[in-house]
């Protein structure tokens, strides 16, 4: 299959390429500074450019069987006015402007668009969420709605479409464990407030097969959460990983810390979700990292 990408150069981008590839199918990308991105992707690859916001022209997309949708503002940043219109718009006036250059396009057939476990709000105390729940009411579930309802756009052009709903992504390289790690080693580790909210993770090689599981099952379709199986609280997230690094992980980062520092967005850490994968595991999807200890023992096994 020919797949067309967009975010090829963020945290997820080169490792879902390279499994694409290794997977058999031919890799599109499309990004704002082209020469960067093939600079860091396997040989092979091709490109044109795309910044979200500019209309796309649907040459870009000529000949792809299916789109994988990542590119976007990074939403682990202040929350500042300027940096809300910010996500907002790379998240819903992007999604827009490339499912307009898909239905012109006309060969697209497969469209998988991530979006992200804020779709479900915050303060749910601990509820058990699958993808038939009802969308949360602050700014992050508010941003993965519009997000969600662009990207189902596609499907007024017969284009298969599904959502991935993703949580917190595990790898050293980057994200949230990228910056706890440094702090867990020196034995400072610490749960983040009362530590009873949950921690919807995944393993980044978990997330990468189930986008390309995504993409290659014609059944399925629709929301998707990307998750473990296995959601845990802070808590225990804080613990498991220090024991993993064979450090103490006794302390607490106070929740009036965490907002004086983060301001609003504090409170993805502070409220979080307790995700279940379940239209993944129903569609046959296997989880080669399905428990907290495994995935962290082998993340950090170097």
Excluded at 216 to 231: D, K, R, W
Excluded at 236 to 244: D, K
Excluded at 281 to 286: K, M, S, T, W
Aim: proline residues 5%.
């Amino acid at each position: 299959m020919r797949v067309t990408c967009t975010g090829a150069t963020g945290f997820l981008g080169p490792g879902l390429v390279q499994g694409l590839l290794e997977a058999g199918h031919t890799v599109h990308v499309l990004s704002r500074n082209v020469e960067h991105a093939l600079g860091r992707l396997p040989s092979g690859v091709t490109g044109s450019f795309f910044d979200g916001s500019t209309p796309l022209s649907p040459d870009a997309l000529a000949g792809a069987e299916g789109v994988v949708h990542l590119a976007g503002e990074p939403v682990d940043q202040r929350w500042t006015h300027e940096a809300k219109h910010r996500i907002h718009q790379s998240r819903v006036e992007g999604t827009r402007v490339l499912v307009e250059a898909m239905k012109g396009a006309g060969c697209v057939r497969h469209f998988v668009c991530a979006s992200a476990v804020g779709f479900y709000g915050g303060a749910r105390a601990g509820q058990t969420l699958t993808e038939e729940d009802a969308p949360g009411d602050d700014f992050l579930a508010h941003v993965c709605q519009g997000w969600e309802a662009e990207a189902l756009r596609a499907q007024e052009a017969g284009i298969r479409t599904v959502r991935l709903r993703i949580g917190v992504v595990l790898h050293p390289a980057g994200g949230v464990l990228h910056r706890m790690l440094p702090v867990f080693r020196m034995g400072a580790g610490a749960k983040v407030g009362n530590g009873q909210q949950y921690v919807s993770w995944v393993h980044r090689e978990d997330l990468f097969g189930l986008m390309r599981f995504s993409l290659e099952h014609p059944t399925l379709s629709g929301p998707v959460n990307a998750t473990s199986p296995e959601p845990v609280t802070n808590a225990t997230f804080a613990h498991t990983l220090g024991a993993v690094l064979e450090r103490p992980a006794a302390l607490t980062v106070p929740g009036l810390v965490l907002k004086a520092r983060f301001g609003e967005m504090a409170r993805v850490a502070l409220e979080g979700q307790r995700v279940m994968p379940r239209r993944a595991l129903e569609a046959g999807f296997q989880f080669r990292y399905p428990d907290l200890t495994g995935a962290l023992r082998d993340l950090l096994a170097s």
